[in-house]
């Protein structure tokens, strides 16, 4: 079994400040985890993901999240936000065996406070 | 490359219309998937496709079918739409079949509206 957990469904910051938004996961065996970003009436894009390899990892836009086994945690930072970085994002998770599919967090809508 | 494609981007139905969402990918993937957006839910898989002729219920399949006769085309029907239908709906592909870990590249949504 497998599930993800956003503690946050809205952040806002201040722009030029750091972002910080929080995913817990668990899973029977290894996992893969995701980030995902979806702008205003837009599909979803992929910003970085964690496949068992180095866990720190970087994504696109300045973003990287860091793999903490210990704490079941992937969050998601950037040292410096944008007003571009205003969206929703989601936390994804599948586990690396059996037969299970993705399972989406509920997501955490950021705001950028110009 | 267009990417993944859905259309229509916005649609009202009466309940007990029935409609077909449309989605296409030019980018040869295999899988391919839809899912529905829900405020506070998240996205949850409808169902999905490894390839031409195979498809499978995921999450949330009840009052949706869906059929794949070509590796671009992936159609999702709602037999007799229903207040509980109203939602985001996305189509997804990605060249892994086990739908797994590889990235999946999202159409832009239809936002369905069931009075």
């Known amino acids: 079994a497998q599930s993800v957990t956003q503690l946050d469904s809205h952040v806002s910051v201040s722009e030029g400040t750091p972002v910080l938004l929080r995913c817990n996961y668990s899973?029977?065996?290894?996992?893969?985890l995701f980030w995902y970003v979806q702008h205003p009436n837009k599909g979803l894009q992929l910003l970085l993901k964690?496949?068992?390899?180095?866990?720190l990892v970087k994504g696109i836009n300045g973003f990287e999240a860091e793999f903490k086994k210990s704490e079941t945690s992937f969050h998601l930072t950037k040292p410096s936000a944008h007003m571009s970085d205003a969206a929703e994002y989601f936390c994804v998770v599948i586990s690396n065996f059996g037969n299970e599919k993705l399972t989406f967090g509920t997501g955490t809508r950021l705001t950028i406070i110009p | 490359n267009a990417g993944v494609t859905q259309t229509p981007k916005f649609q009202v139905l009466k309940t007990g219309q029935s409609m077909t969402l449309q989605c296409a990918q030019d980018m040869n993937h295999e899988y391919m998937s839809w899912y529905r957006q829900d405020p506070g839910m998240g996205l949850r898989l409808i169902h999905y496709?490894?390839?031409?002729?195979?498809?499978d219920q995921g999450e949330v399949p009840n009052g949706y079918n869906v059929s794949r006769s070509t590796t671009e085309d992936f159609p999702l029907r709602l037999l007799s739409a229903a207040p509980s239908q109203t939602s985001v709906y996305f189509c997804?592909?990605?060249?892994?079949?086990?739908?797994?870990?590889?990235?999946?590249?999202f159409g832009p949504g239809t936002r369905l509206t069931v009075l």
């Open positions: 964690y496949t068992s390899a180095a866990t």
């Open positions: 496709s490894v390839g031409a002729g195979i498809t």
């Open positions: 899973s029977s065996y290894s996992p893969s």
């Open positions: 997804a592909s990605s060249r892994d079949i086990a739908g797994g870990t590889d990235t999946q590249y």
